[in-house]
């Protein structure tokens, strides 16, 4: 691209121009634990594809449903075996209307049971539904309620998410790290498996994750910092400090790059014109990697008591953080920020 004239067409030589959508990572770990968790909700799924398997038979369930005197809008709906989230829609439902099931199985039990037996020579089906699977039923859904709500926070907002999509993310790793039911952990478990695959570690995710995250005027760095020491176990080892330190500098590096796009186009007031975030000069040659590092914290401790500002990010990482009110509206706060304009114009497009 550089040959096309494009010099910074592709930023850190590529390394973050691929992003994972989430929302298809999220169907492929719930698919994994759902293949498990299909064991114990058949024979509510056959109560509702009983249900759902003639117009007579829906007829006579909404006579079951005025007879118990339920208010619930709509009608039971049937997942579709290969998405996870229709599963939980059909479950959802189902509980609302699980005493017109339990009338239903009163008062048409030879023909549910006949239903369920099948033809000779095949397989019994699971049902009718006890106490203990309208139990497993709502455990299941209650699990599936936040991947459900992240997919569609994810896909379907009309808002910016990708500042809090890495909070969304470490949230369903607590959630399967934390289920002590032993029916939820045999399916966490293989779900587990296939969120560390992909999104294990710092490497594996894509870095401009955290670039979002430094944008949210609520968070900042801090906020990152945070995540890294939940991810290593509580602990602010080397591991959170070069962490930490590869996202400041990435944050540096691209006001570097649209610094300079902005003084060629002549567009967006840029301040300051020192980017580097460790303040690297020719007095460092020499030393070991203990040395270097112990040398620039005492730079940056230094500039910080001198209050030194070099650009519009070092500013804004110095301001104290918003508060976090619910009306808070992230593209309108920028929109109406006037003290950080080359980050406003350099970052604008992460959001």
Same mark, same amino acid.
């Given at each position: 691209?550089?040959?096309? !004239?494009?010099?910074?067409?592709?930023?850190?030589? +590529?390394?973050?121009?691929?992003?994972?959508?989430?929302?298809?990572? =999220?169907?492929?770990?719930?698919?994994?634990? =759902?293949?498990?968790?299909?064991?114990?909700?058949g024979a509510i799924r056959n109560a509702v594809r009983y249900v759902r398997s003639?117009?007579? %038979?829906?007829?006579?369930?909404? /006579?079951?449903?005025? #007879?118990?005197?339920?208010?619930?809008? +709509?009608?039971?709906? @049937?997942?579709?075996? *290969?998405?996870?989230?229709?599963?939980?829609?059909?479950?959802?439902?189902?509980?609302?209307?699980?005493?017109?099931?339990? %009338?239903?199985?009163?008062?048409?039990?030879?023909?549910?049971?006949?239903?369920?037996? !099948?033809?000779?020579?095949?397989?019994?089906?699971?049902?009718?539904?006890?106490?203990?699977?309208?139990?497993?039923?709502?455990?299941?859904?209650?699990?599936?309620?936040?991947?459900?709500?992240?997919?569609?926070?994810?896909?379907?907002?009309?808002?910016?998410?990708?500042?809090?999509?890495?909070?969304?993310?470490? &949230?369903?790793?607590?959630?399967?790290?934390?289920?002590?039911?032993?029916?939820? &952990? /045999?399916?966490?478990?293989?779900?587990?498996?296939?969120?560390?695959?992909?999104?294990?570690?710092?490497?594996?995710?894509?870095?401009?994750?955290?670039?979002?995250?430094? @944008?949210?005027?609520?968070?900042?760095?801090?906020?990152?910092?945070?995540?890294?020491?939940?991810?290593?176990?509580?602990?602010?080892? /080397?591991?959170? /400090?070069?962490?930490?330190? *590869?996202?400041?500098? =990435? @944050?540096?590096? @691209?006001?570097?790059?649209?610094?300079?796009?902005?003084?060629?186009?002549?567009?967006?007031?840029?301040? +300051? &014109?020192?980017?580097? &975030?460790?303040?690297?000069?020719?007095?460092?040659?020499?030393?070991?990697?203990?040395?270097?590092?112990?040398?620039?914290?005492?730079? #940056?401790?230094?500039?910080?008591?001198?209050?030194?500002?070099?650009?519009?990010?070092?500013?804004?990482?110095?301001?104290?953080?918003?508060?976090?009110?619910?009306?808070?509206?992230?593209?309108?706060?920028?929109?109406?920020?006037?003290?950080?304009?080359?980050?406003?114009?350099?970052?604008?497009?992460? =959001?």
């Amino acid at each position: 691209m550089g040959d096309w !004239g494009v010099p910074n067409a592709v930023l850190h030589e +590529g390394k973050n121009l691929q992003m994972r959508c989430v929302a298809h990572i =999220l169907n492929l770990i719930v698919n994994d634990g =759902l293949s498990v968790m299909k064991i114990f909700i058949g024979a509510i799924r056959n109560a509702v594809r009983y249900v759902r398997s003639s117009p007579q %038979r829906l007829d006579f369930f909404k /006579e079951c449903v005025e #007879r118990v005197k339920l208010e619930c809008k +709509g009608l039971v709906i @049937l997942d579709v075996l *290969t998405r996870w989230n229709s599963t939980f829609l059909m479950l959802e439902r189902a509980l609302k209307f699980q005493k017109a099931f339990d %009338r239903m199985v009163e008062e048409d039990a030879c023909n549910f049971c006949a239903w369920l037996e !099948g033809a000779k020579g095949e397989k019994p089906k699971e049902g009718p539904p006890a106490s203990v699977d309208w139990q497993y039923g709502e455990q299941f859904m209650d699990f599936l309620r936040p991947f459900y709500e992240i997919t569609l926070k994810v896909c379907c907002s009309n808002s910016p998410t990708v500042h809090s999509t890495f909070g969304d993310i470490l &949230s369903i790793y607590g959630l399967l790290q934390e289920q002590k039911n032993p029916c939820l &952990s /045999e399916i966490a478990s293989p779900m587990q498996d296939k969120f560390v695959k992909y999104w294990g570690s710092f490497d594996k995710l894509n870095h401009y994750l955290f670039i979002a995250i430094v @944008l949210d005027p609520r968070h900042k760095l801090e906020k990152v910092v945070d995540y890294f020491e939940i991810l290593d176990d509580g602990d602010m080892n /080397e591991n959170v /400090e070069a962490n930490t330190k *590869t996202v400041k500098d =990435l @944050l540096y590096d @691209l006001y570097k790059v649209y610094e300079e796009e902005g003084r060629e186009s002549g567009v967006g007031e840029i301040v +300051g &014109s020192q980017v580097s &975030s460790e303040g690297t000069s020719s007095s460092s040659k020499g030393l070991t990697e203990l040395e270097k590092r112990l040398k620039e914290k005492e730079q #940056r401790r230094r500039a910080m008591k001198a209050g030194i500002v070099n650009n519009d990010v070092d500013r804004y990482l110095g301001d104290p953080i918003e508060g976090d009110g619910e009306d808070f509206d992230l593209l309108n706060w920028w929109r109406g920020c006037s003290n950080y304009s080359g980050v406003n114009h350099s970052f604008g497009i992460f =959001l």
